[in-house]
């Protein structure tokens, strides 16, 4: 795409030669990933209710939280954490795709300015509040699973959905919400994927960390390009250069919630579904598998990584 993009796809693949990442499946949530068969088919993805927050039938999130307290943290360098991935809700550019059609979309209306850092529609903050109704009783009911730290993407659609899904940690001045440049949406030629400067982040939404070391590399967005759209390799790399900053920078902290968009959180969940080795499936994982989540959905992933032998 760009000098700084070519920059930071040779520092995180230097990054990810020392780690590779798994999942363990709990029986709790549905499989996140759906293998795609040799005639490119694939068998429809389930999405629970709000109300369940990708809990099963059955189920609860303080069965969850014993369990995951009983798993060992540590072993063989191995390290475990559970990411509660929530996509933005409905944003002015989602309304737009269904409105006009994917293909006038993507020539025409999604290069206007009109979209440039898309905000949610009506439709998309009544998504979030009853995304913020589900949280509040589960958290009455199961008052041991407590959220370490919030995770945000700089994008404001992503934003208005952490503020309004998870106010009280917002109101609660002591715990810690981070924005990070690395849970982007696909960067490039798209105008609502493009990011405001860091100043005007931190005046509009003062209560976030916009300067957390290793967050950011610039006031203003290098990333994006008006005329080249990211490559799905590029998107790989960044999301495993956020997966190593959670990992090395929150090391006692278990429970992350993280704010963001569809096709990056697709990316992490096919990273961490990788059965084999980092280099041989995290590039190639995406023609044997297809995810892809839906607008304010709740998605846990109990996250391992190792650290790769010599």
């Not at 990316?267 to 995406?286: P, V």
Request: aromatic share 12%; proline share 4%; glycine share 4%.
């Amino acid at each position: 795409m760009n000098s700084e993009t070519d920059d930071l796809t040779s520092s995180v693949s230097n990054a990810s030669d020392n780690y590779q990442f798994k999942h363990i499946p709990m029986k709790y949530f549905p499989p996140f990933l759906k293998k795609i068969d040799e005639k490119g088919k694939t068998e429809k993805s389930i999405h629970l209710p709000f109300t369940q927050l990708n809990l099963l039938n059955g189920h609860t999130y303080g069965e969850f939280v014993q369990e995951f307290t009983q798993l060992p943290q540590s072993i063989a360098e191995r390290q475990i954490k559970t990411f509660y991935f929530v996509r933005h809700a409905q944003g002015i550019h989602n309304e737009a795709e269904s409105k006009f059609g994917t293909d006038h979309w993507e020539s025409v209306e999604a290069k206007s300015e009109q979209y440039f850092d898309a905000t949610l529609t009506d439709f998309g903050r009544n998504q979030t509040k009853l995304l913020f109704d589900s949280i509040t009783k589960m958290q009455q009911s199961t008052p041991t699973l407590k959220f370490d730290l919030l995770i945000v993407s700089p994008l404001s659609r992503a934003i208005q959905t952490a503020q309004i899904a998870f106010q009280p940690l917002f109101d609660n001045p002591n715990f810690p919400i981070y924005s990070h440049e690395m849970i982007r949406e696909t960067i490039g030629r798209h105008y609502c994927d493009k990011r405001r400067s860091i100043t005007e982040l931190k005046q509009l939404y003062p209560r976030i960390n916009f300067s957390e070391p290793g967050a950011f590399n610039s006031d203003s967005d290098i990333l994006w390009n008006a005329n080249e759209r990211e490559t799905q390799e590029q998107i790989q790399l960044r999301a495993i250069k956020f997966l190593n900053w959670c990992f090395d920078r929150f090391v006692d902290e278990k429970h992350i919630l993280v704010t963001a968009h569809c096709e990056i959180i697709s990316t992490c969940a096919r990273i961490l579904g990788a059965n084999d080795s980092m280099q041989e499936e995290i590039i190639g994982n995406k023609d044997k598998y297809e995810f892809k989540i839906a607008n304010c959905e709740f998605l846990p992933i109990v996250a391992v990584r190792y650290k790769n032998r010599l």
